[in-house]
């Protein structure tokens, strides 16, 4: 596996001879509009416009090896009755012929509708909502949470239904391809082995892109993402992979990822990555009401401690098997992006300060030989990093501070302490995991010993699948747990599993 890895690898880019070619007028036997559109990262004067030109999207793209002109345009109205914007883009063979269109000069808090032309070829219809400006008092956010989506496992009817929703955003904190096959019940197929190249993770993202559930809800409102190990390889950490691959080689590895996971989302150009170095943290802050941090608990992690002999990755330890556990040194955001958020949260004027990131924050304490025992390639494997964090949010008496996470495959609600094991230790912030679209889950048993044991836990359900929805006011924030009634038939209905509600000033989730 090694051979083929390194053989892989050295020929993961694409051969460039001579010049690059620009086909401004190409003519398109085929649909090149396969994997739909996108926006993200609204800001109260713009946004960024995505979309791939790929008429043969699972073989490569099928497209030449040159640069085409691609028209985006941008309307009042979705029939383009009144066009505001329109601009030309270069799709090129470097980036999978992506477009990322950076817009700016548009007006805060408005619907617009955008559309993409190529080789007279026109793409469906998309909308994004700006954001509101930076001194609005602005009296409503709403947004849905989203991650873990392996597509062999379910269908994504739940962003069938999230696209019907009456949202301003979507949060994705992660796993939105996976590189590997695993689970028990499959009703469709990669068809693929895991992922290696960047020609194999480029025909990866097409196959999840082509799900016409997934692209309505990418048509239907602008996306704030980030990753978590799926999207390279499973539990990686920094350079370290689960088997243990020479850093040198892996990191070719996850250059290739992060360039297609750039190439199929709807990135700003800050966020391209530069070989396997690419940073996704940003800030992002809707009116006076609301400001987003988005993190990435991946890419500059310390190792997992206590692995298994023989490989990398997470094992499930008790205090005395593992007291590395509890180093100060261990960091799962490095230290530059730590410093980076509390610097952020220092300067927030928002009412409401929401932190995403990929995987459950409170401590889950599970029993192994009848001992408390913790899974290190969460939070509970660098709880001191997560005591520094907390205690900064309490140490500056953070507005309203939420955590989203996703990750564990299940839909949790806690309250979030300094000091977990100290029961007088006072609730500083909510937290929320939004359940997996489709990635199979924790059993019911699991999900009982997890809130019999942690008692800061008030819901825990890892069988129902779907998504969050999330409407914050001044006054409050309501969230629905909404879950299908089966991932594994593509017309599944869905419903309202549990409700919460944060009140302003009182941190912890209530059950509404």
Same mark, same amino acid.
């Given at each position: 596996?090694?051979?083929?890895?390194?053989?892989?690898?050295?020929?993961?880019?694409?051969?460039?001879?001579?010049?690059?070619?620009?086909?401004?007028?190409?003519?398109?036997?085929?649909?090149?509009?396969?994997?739909?559109?996108?926006?993200?990262?609204?800001?109260?004067?713009?946004?960024?416009?995505?979309?791939?030109?790929?008429?043969?999207?699972?073989?490569?793209?099928?497209?030449?090896?040159?640069?085409?002109?691609?028209?985006?345009?941008?309307?009042?109205?979705?029939?383009?009755?009144?066009?505001?914007?329109?601009?030309?883009?270069?799709?090129?063979?470097?980036?999978?012929?992506?477009?990322?269109?950076?817009?700016?000069?548009?007006?805060?808090?408005?619907?617009?509708?955008?559309?993409?032309?190529?080789?007279?070829?026109?793409?469906?219809?998309?909308?994004?909502?700006?954001?509101?400006?930076?001194?609005? !008092?602005?009296? $409503?956010? =709403?947004? &849905? #949470?989203?991650?873990?989506?392996?597509?062999? +496992?379910?269908?994504? @009817? /739940?962003?069938?239904?999230?696209?019907?929703?009456?949202?301003?955003?979507?949060?994705?904190?992660?796993?939105?391809?996976?590189?590997?096959?695993?689970?028990?019940?499959?009703?469709?197929?990669?068809?693929?082995?895991?992922?290696?190249?960047? !020609?194999?993770? $480029?025909? =990866?993202? &097409? #196959?999840?892109?082509?799900?016409?559930?997934? +692209?309505?809800?990418? @048509? /239907?409102?602008?996306?704030?993402?980030?990753?978590?190990?799926?999207?390279?390889?499973?539990?990686?950490?920094?350079?370290?992979?689960?088997?243990?691959?020479?850093?040198?080689?892996?990191?070719?590895?996850?250059?290739?990822?992060?360039?297609?996971?750039?190439?199929?989302?709807?990135?700003?150009?800050?966020?391209?990555?530069?070989?396997?170095?690419?940073?996704?943290?940003?800030?992002?802050?809707?009116?006076?009401?609301?400001?987003?941090?988005?993190?990435?608990?991946?890419?500059?992690?310390?190792?997992?401690?206590?692995?298994?002999?023989?490989?990398?990755?997470?094992?499930?330890?008790?205090?005395?098997?593992?007291?590395?556990?509890?180093?100060?040194?261990?960091?799962?955001?490095?230290?530059?992006?730590?410093?980076?958020?509390?610097?952020?949260?220092?300067?927030?004027?928002?009412?409401?300060?929401?932190?995403?990131?990929?995987?459950?924050?409170?401590?889950?304490?599970?029993?192994?030989?009848?001992?408390?025992?913790?899974?290190?390639?969460?939070?509970?494997?660098?709880?001191?990093?997560?005591?520094?964090?907390?205690?900064?949010?309490?140490?500056?008496?953070?507005?309203?501070?939420?955590?989203?996470?996703?990750?564990?495959?299940?839909?949790?609600?806690?309250?979030?302490?300094?000091?977990?094991?100290?029961?007088?230790?006072?609730?500083?912030?909510?937290?929320?995991?939004?359940?997996?679209?489709?990635?199979?889950?924790?059993?019911?048993?699991?999900?009982?010993?997890?809130?019999?044991?942690?008692?800061?836990?008030?819901?825990?359900?890892?069988?129902?699948?779907?998504?969050?929805?999330?409407?914050?006011?001044?006054?409050?924030?309501?969230?629905?747990?909404?879950?299908?009634?089966?991932?594994?038939?593509?017309?599944?209905?869905?419903?309202?599993?549990?409700?919460?509600?944060?009140?302003?000033?009182?941190?912890?989730?209530?059950?509404?």
């Amino acid at each position: 596996m090694l051979h083929r890895r390194t053989f892989l690898l050295a020929g993961a880019g694409i051969a460039m001879s001579g010049p690059l070619r620009l086909l401004a007028q190409p003519r398109f036997q085929k649909n090149p509009f396969t994997l739909g559109i996108a926006s993200g990262y609204p800001q109260p004067d713009g946004v960024v416009l995505w979309t791939r030109l790929a008429p043969d999207a699972l073989n490569g793209g099928g497209m030449p090896n040159a640069a085409v002109e691609v028209t985006w345009e941008i309307a009042a109205d979705d029939g383009f009755g009144s066009v505001l914007r329109k601009g030309v883009e270069r799709a090129a063979p470097d980036l999978a012929h992506s477009v990322h269109a950076e817009i700016r000069g548009l007006e805060p808090a408005r619907w617009y509708h955008y559309r993409f032309h190529a080789g007279g070829a026109t793409s469906v219809t998309g909308r994004f909502r700006t954001a509101p400006a930076a001194a609005a !008092a602005n009296d $409503r956010l =709403r947004f &849905a #949470l989203a991650s873990c989506q392996q597509y062999e +496992q379910g269908y994504f @009817a /739940a962003y069938r239904h999230m696209a019907r929703e009456d949202l301003d955003l979507v949060i994705h904190v992660g796993d939105y391809i996976y590189e590997s096959s695993w689970g028990r019940t499959r009703v469709r197929s990669h068809g693929t082995p895991e992922c290696v190249t960047l !020609a194999e993770y $480029r025909n =990866r993202y &097409a #196959l999840y892109k082509s799900d016409a559930d997934l +692209q309505a809800a990418h @048509a /239907a409102f602008p996306w704030l993402v980030t990753w978590d190990d799926h999207e390279v390889s499973n539990d990686y950490a920094n350079e370290r992979s689960q088997k243990l691959d020479p850093p040198a080689l892996y990191l070719r590895r996850r250059a290739a990822a992060y360039q297609a996971y750039y190439e199929h989302m709807p990135l700003p150009a800050w966020a391209r990555p530069r070989g396997p170095n690419a940073r996704l943290y940003t800030q992002a802050s809707f009116g006076q009401l609301a400001q987003i941090c988005m993190l990435d608990d991946r890419q500059y992690r310390s190792h997992q401690v206590c692995p298994p002999s023989g490989r990398g990755g997470s094992t499930v330890v008790t205090a005395g098997e593992c007291p590395q556990r509890l180093s100060p040194e261990l960091t799962l955001l490095g230290a530059e992006q730590e410093r980076w958020l509390h610097g952020a949260l220092d300067t927030s004027a928002a009412r409401w300060n929401i932190i995403a990131q990929q995987t459950l924050m409170a401590q889950r304490i599970r029993l192994k030989d009848n001992e408390d025992a913790f899974w290190t390639d969460g939070w509970d494997g660098y709880p001191k990093a997560r005591e520094r964090l907390l205690g900064h949010i309490a140490q500056r008496k953070l507005s309203n501070p939420l955590v989203l996470g996703g990750d564990v495959h299940a839909g949790i609600v806690a309250d979030l302490k300094v000091n977990f094991d100290d029961a007088k230790s006072p609730v500083i912030a909510s937290e929320f995991v939004g359940t997996s679209i489709t990635s199979q889950g924790p059993g019911a048993k699991f999900s009982e010993a997890a809130r019999q044991n942690n008692p800061h836990m008030k819901f825990h359900n890892g069988v129902q699948k779907g998504y969050t929805a999330f409407e914050v006011t001044p006054e409050r924030c309501a969230v629905r747990m909404r879950t299908v009634s089966d991932v594994t038939d593509a017309q599944a209905t869905i419903r309202d599993l549990a409700g919460f509600v944060v009140e302003h000033g009182k941190a912890g989730a209530q059950w509404a």
